[in-house]
């Protein structure tokens, strides 16, 4: 029915309803998500109002053809024609009220080349027209105009400034304004990097700088999803990291829009920070020495990684030690100021702390000098040493951060960090107090939009019910503390640093680590809050409640609440969540067995 309507949605295998909601002139469209049998009439006569709404068709993986049709177009045959009193061309009205304009400018052509002519002679006057001025010559104000020329040319100017049209300012070339002190030259294009004066700033200009024109496509399965990102990130030819990402994976049924994107970018930036860098986290990590990733340009891919996900939506990279992001933004190595607690190296804190305490250091003299230590070895040069095995422990991952720094060229956020130095800290460094990048149970529940029954009736009832049992199992979860174990990462796996890395990734169903982000991620495919304000503001997540899957599948005993990460949706089975028991081990369950984006 829907091709017969519109005959441009031929072909057009998946697409979407979507509706403008609130404010006035230019309004974001949101998108409409089906139910559990598609787009039925019930829902679209809800979401239009009765049909007093207007609803937008948008496709998923095509373009619609927008190229207007012709005049003798068949679908114009049985339209009311007139013909063009100029051209005599026949045509409908809709399209003759276009033509007109266009017709009547063609035929004016030869009067307003007449009136660029008159202009014209004025423009060439020796104000105008002239070589570019040489700022060593004196120069002199215009008492009309206010300019400056030189003063050989000041006189020539001024008998026909008072005659100049003065629309003519703005075909101005190699004009010089006055100022209290000098004649200067005033310059039109404004450096947009000098007008950002926030991290949301930074992040608009990212974002600004994406080349939409093109996808840059990621097509990977999720076992060994790290390994096999840096691989298949290298050799994509038909784009680059500057254009769109656009992520599938393998043998799932989901369609990247946003979702996929952002839950490749979390698990990638958490693959980065496990398996290149290392520490404690809580004050930032260091990369790891390692010959072969750096051989492989891993760190140079981490460092597009890092410009992609701050410019499109994904988390951003703040798990650096301070003196890594300094070195990021300067390039400069002697400029840091670095201390003990900087070293990360197990090896090298080993040594710093033998030496502090040793009453001896006859038997470090080895490690000593293999440090690059050249003075005396002696308990009274003891800060000394201490501070070369400091140098020597963070001077020889300096290759590692500059390939880095070669891949966050991308979207020239290199320059941006340099430039803003302070101003870009906090999404590359942890912060010491007050982070609220991390979601917590009480960000969550602050963000549900649950579509509840009538208040009063037995549905409603229900349905709050769940709504507490859900506000419940995200405290739970936050109370366990199971977030500050840093050994390991939140899908139950070992940190690399103490396994295989093929094992590590190995398992697809690996059964995830319960937290407070693992859910906002099986959710939304992302376990960060938003970082614009913008985005912030409208990022909900919407609830709905499904009564009659006893109703329509008489013989099931079980069914699990069904996510949509697109549309940030999900739909809980109520008849199956009658106590905070079951309620616990249906999520569990669903959070544990349904990573995948199995649904379209």
């Known amino acids: 029915m829907i091709t017969e309507e519109y005959p441009k949605m031929d072909g057009v295998q998946a697409w979407l309803l979507q509706k403008s909601s609130g404010g006035q002139g230019r309004r974001k469209l949101v998108a409409i998500p089906p139910d ?29 053809d927008l190229t207007p049709l012709p005049s003798d177009a068949a679908e114009f045959q049985t339209m009311p024609k007139a013909s063009c009193q100029v051209c005599k061309e026949s ?7 276009l033509h007109v304009n266009n017709c009547v400018k063609s035929q004016s052509t030869e009067e307003e080349d007449e009136t660029d002519v008159q202009l014209l002679s004025v423009m060439n006057s020796p104000s105008f027209c002239r070589e570019p001025l040489d700022m060593k010559q004196d120069m002199k104000e215009c008492p009309i105009c206010l300019c400056c020329f030189p003063v050989n040319e000041i006189a020539q100017h001024a008998s026909l400034c008072g005659e100049r049209p003065e629309d003519t300012s ?196 080895e490690d000593i000098v293999s440090c690059g230590y050249t003075g005396l070895v002696k308990l009274d040069k003891r800060d000394s040493i201490i501070r070369s095995f400091v140098v020597h422990a963070t001077v020889h991952l300096t290759p590692m951060l500059q390939q880095i720094r070669t891949g966050m060229k991308i979207y020239n956020l290199l320059e941006v960090i340099g430039r803003h130095e302070s101003l870009c800290s906090n999404l590359f460094v942890p912060r010491d107090e007050n982070d609220d990048t991390a979601p917590d149970a009480d960000y969550l529940m602050s963000i549900l939009e649950p579509e509840l029954s009538e208040r009063g009736s037995p549905r409603h009832a229900k349905e709050n019910a769940i709504i507490n049992f859900f506000q419940d199992f995200l405290e ?15 899908y139950g796996i070992q940190d690399l640093q103490d396994q295989d890395q093929e094992e590590h990734w190995s398992s697809k ?40 899957c006893k109703d329509t599948m008489p013989e099931h005993y079980i069914c699990y609440p069904l996510v949509s990460a697109c549309t940030n949706t999900i739909f809980f089975p109520v008849a ?25």
């Open 36 to 64: 559990v049998n598609g787009y039925t009439g019930r829902l679209i006569r809800n979401v239009s109002s009765a049909g007093k709404t207007l609803l937008y068709v948008v496709p998923l993986q095509q373009d619609l």
């Open 91 to 97: 045509m409908p009205l809709h399209i003759l009220a």
């Open 170 to 365: 703005t075909h101005m070339t190699d004009v010089y304004v006055s100022t209290d002190s000098e004649c200067s030259v005033p310059s039109n294009r404004t450096d947009p990097l000098t007008d950002l004066v926030s991290e949301a700033d930074v992040l608009q200009w990212l974002s600004s700088q994406v080349d939409t024109s093109k996808d840059f496509r990621i097509c990977i399965t999720r076992n060994d999803l790290v390994q096999r990102g840096f691989i298949q990130w290298q050799r994509q030819k038909k784009g680059s990291p500057v254009n769109k990402l656009h992520v599938t994976f393998i043998g799932e049924a989901g369609i990247d829009t946003g979702a996929l994107s952002k839950e490749f970018l979390t698990e990638m930036m958490h693959g980065i920070e496990t398996r290149l860098f290392e520490g404690s986290g809580k004050k930032g990590k260091s990369p790891v020495y390692s010959i072969s990733d750096l051989e492989n340009s891993f760190y140079r891919t981490a460092g597009e990684v890092f410009s992609v996900s701050l410019a499109q939506g994904g988390p951003p990279p703040c798990f650096l030690r301070s003196w890594c992001y300094q070195f990021l933004a300067t390039g400069n190595f002697d400029a840091l100021k670095l201390t003990k607690d900087d070293v990360d190296d197990t090896e090298y804190r080993s040594l710093i702390e033998k030496v502090e305490v040793a009453d001896n250091l006859t038997d470090l003299t």
């Open 476 to 490: 739970n979860l936050e109370s366990s503390d199971q977030d500050k174990d840093k050994k390991s990462c939140e």
């Open 509 to 548: 169903h690996q059964p995830p680590r319960m937290s407070v982000p693992a859910i906002m991620q099986w959710l939304t495919g992302q376990r960060h809050k938003p970082c614009l304000p913008s985005e912030r503001a409208n990022f909900k997540i919407h609830v709905r409640f499904e009564h009659q």
């Open 576 to 600: 199956h969540m009658n106590s905070y028991t079951e309620f616990t081990e249906v999520m569990t369950t669903a959070v544990t067995m349904g990573r995948d984006f199995s649904r379209v």
